[in-house]
């Protein structure tokens, strides 16, 4: 089966688009609302990748590789080679989100459905409110990695074996933990009774798991551990100390393991997720939906809120699974005629963008509290420009991606001062003392910028916007 080509006018609402979601996402950072994770992390790995630096983030203090296992995010290496900058994230995210509209409408014609009808499933991606959260949030490489998704289940319908396993191969590039979505699609293909499909999805899926976690991220980060059981231990600690003790818990405590969860929001995350999209599915989504699982038992099992909305980015790969199950029911409808919701377009054009004005929170990111703070913009970047670029700065999460293309940038959070490792390490502090927004405190920068000055640190003050830049003594 043969792709067939689009209109032109998807193109060019895709290319609107496109400028949309990277105009939004540059107007954000611009105003100071984007942070170190994730924009930071990525925007200084990526800088120190182009300038053949080892990619090591100062935030995370851990290897790119020992991170998300994100090999693809290497491609973004010779952009930042020609010009360093962080609207090459935004403009390949928006890219990345956008376009995986473009194999939903080749699912589209291979079920059959009409170009009407072909419009309406790319329709229902882009009012996706994941789609836009995420897109608001920072940089998040897993983006680029749902083209190659939706492509995947289009290779797997029309038989294209070697085309399947190296769409999956490629999303899981851009994120480790999308092995999770490729043991997914294992059970699916299993549903399906396509064995041999089934087998070679569990084998590279976990094979790839199993690469990371046992042998790639212990050789990279050495001490630091795996970053799975790392950064995010403590998100599962509520149900085990390990891997193992939760499977044990799971297995012979049924009860308390049960007990542990908080049922009331995984309901209502639940009823976020599926009220786009379920009234379009059908018997017929059920092996596409079962896809969706492993990721959604990791999403539900945490005790992390941010995975439990529409606002980050750990949905987005279940929100195209569940955009193809609509397409799969809308499909059966048709072939089965049963044309009720099929003859009225209206109605779930209408409700797919209810749902999006309900749920596309990221919207805040650009409203009124932003409005407030806007004074702080030009007294920022008046300071911003006096560091010098192989400086290494201390400064807060929401300044650190306009400062993060450099060796070493820290964050002030917590509510430790810093230690004498810690100065060592560091030529600028950017502080602000009215503002300084989580993960820290108005006493603690207070406190910061006096230990600096016990040290004879040059502090220059901004009292109406409470912006301090000190910079160490010269010996």
Not at 37 to 44: E, P
Not at 171 to 183: E, Q
Not at 188 to 211: F, S, Y
Not at 430 to 453: F, K
Request: hydrophobic share 50%; net charge neutral.
């Amino acid at each position: 089966m043969r792709f067939q080509r689009p209109p032109r006018l998807f193109w060019l609402i895709s290319t609107l688009l496109v400028g949309l979601f990277w105009g939004l996402a540059a107007l954000k950072h611009y105003l100071l609302q984007s942070t170190a994770w994730d924009l930071g992390i990525f925007d200084q790995v990526a800088w120190k990748m182009s300038q053949g630096l080892e990619p090591h983030s100062t935030f995370t203090d851990l290897h790119h590789m020992g991170d998300h296992g994100a090999w693809a995010f290497y491609a973004i290496a010779p952009l930042y080679w020609l010009a360093p900058s962080v609207h090459w994230l935004f403009l390949t995210q928006a890219l990345g989100l956008i376009l995986t509209a473009l194999p939903v409408w080749h699912l589209g014609v291979q079920a059959g459905l009409k170009q009407r009808e072909r419009w309406l499933i790319c329709g229902l991606w882009w009012l996706q409110p994941v789609v836009f959260n995420v897109n608001l949030f920072d940089f998040h490489p897993e983006t680029w990695a749902m083209p190659f998704l939706a492509l995947a289940i289009w290779a797997n319908r029309a038989e294209r074996r070697w085309l399947w396993i190296a769409c999956l191969f490629l999303a899981m590039g851009c994120k480790g933990a999308l092995g999770l979505i490729v043991i997914g699609v294992a059970l699916e293909q299993a549903l399906r009774r396509r064995w041999r499909w089934a087998v070679a999805a569990l084998l590279v899926g976990g094979g790839w798991l199993l690469l990371l976690m046992e042998f790639l991220f212990p050789a990279v980060n050495g001490d630091a551990g795996l970053m799975a059981f790392g950064r995010h231990q403590g998100r599962y600690s509520h149900l085990g100390e390990n891997v193992g003790n939760i499977l044990r818990n799971a297995l012979f405590s049924p009860g308390e393991f049960l007990g542990a969860l908080d049922w009331a929001n995984i309901l209502f995350y639940l009823f976020l997720l599926s009220l786009p999209l379920a009234f379009y599915w059908r018997r017929s989504s059920i092996p596409i939906l079962a896809a969706t699982l492993p990721l959604l038992a990791s999403n539900i099992l945490s005790s992390s809120s941010a995975q439990q909305d529409l606002v980050h980015q750990y949905n987005l790969p279940i929100a195209v699974l569940l955009v193809v199950a609509s397409m799969d029911g809308f499909a059966t409808d048709l072939r089965q005629s049963r044309l009720w919701l099929t003859r009225r377009l209206w109605f779930c054009t209408f409700w797919a963008a209810l749902c999006f004005t309900l749920l596309a929170k990221r919207g805040y990111s650009l409203g009124y509290h932003v409005i407030t703070k806007i004074n702080q913009v030009q007294p920022a970047y008046s300071l911003i420009v006096q560091i010098a670029d192989n400086d290494s700065v201390l400064t807060h999460n929401h300044l650190a991606p306009h400062l993060s293309q450099r060796l070493v940038v820290k964050l002030l959070s917590g509510e430790q001062s810093l230690t004498a490792a810690d100065l060592d390490q560091l030529d600028v502090a950017l502080l602000n003392r009215h503002d300084p927004r989580w993960p820290t405190s108005i006493q603690h920068t207070a406190a910061t910028i006096e230990q600096l000055q016990a040290m004879q640190w040059a502090c220059e003050e901004d009292d109406q916007s409470g912006f301090v830049l000190c910079q160490r003594p010269t010996s």
